[in-house]
Nanobody, 125 residues
Framework: QVQLVESGGGLVQAGGSLRLSCAAS????????MGWFRQAPGKEREFVAS????????YSTDSVKGRFTISRDNAKNTVYLQMNSLKPEDTAVYYC??????????????????WGQGTQVTVSS
């Protein structure tokens, strides 16, 4: 079992920055692939970014490339999502997720076994 708790969401103006954190407990953190997803009102949840077990490789969706950076600190059992140059279309509930049986980054929800409760990010124009 892995418990995930996100924090760092809030209200920010367009062009601003936020850093989301996701603290994990339970299973050894360095043994799970981590990812961030988001769900905007009236839309399906979508992949944002993922990071490998050791944090040496990452993958993100095209709409956030160059603006968002995923990272992890295995000593602190925490994964981060640094979000810069935020746009109103980034407004969503952001979820972190852990994949217990993957060894590489992945964009597919089905490969994540544990989910946090989500944190709201609102970007005003």
């Amino acid at each position: 079992q892995v418990q995930l708790v996100e924090s760092g969401g809030g209200l920010v103006q367009a062009g601003g920055s936020l850093r989301l954190s996701c603290a994990a407990s339970g299973r050894t953190f360095r043994s799970v692939v981590m990812g961030w997803f988001r769900q905007a009102p009236g839309k399906e949840r979508e992949f944002v970014a993922s990071i490998t077990l050791g944090g040496d490789s990452t993958y993100s969706t095209d709409s956030v490339k160059g603006r968002f950076t995923i990272s992890r600190d295995n000593a602190k059992n925490t994964v981060y999502l640094q979000m810069n140059s935020l746009k109103p279309e980034d407004t969503a509930v952001y979820y972190c997720a852990a994949g217990a049986f993957s060894s590489w980054y992945t964009q597919y929800e089905r490969e994540y076994d544990y989910w946090g409760q989500g944190t709201q990010v609102t970007v005003s124009s």
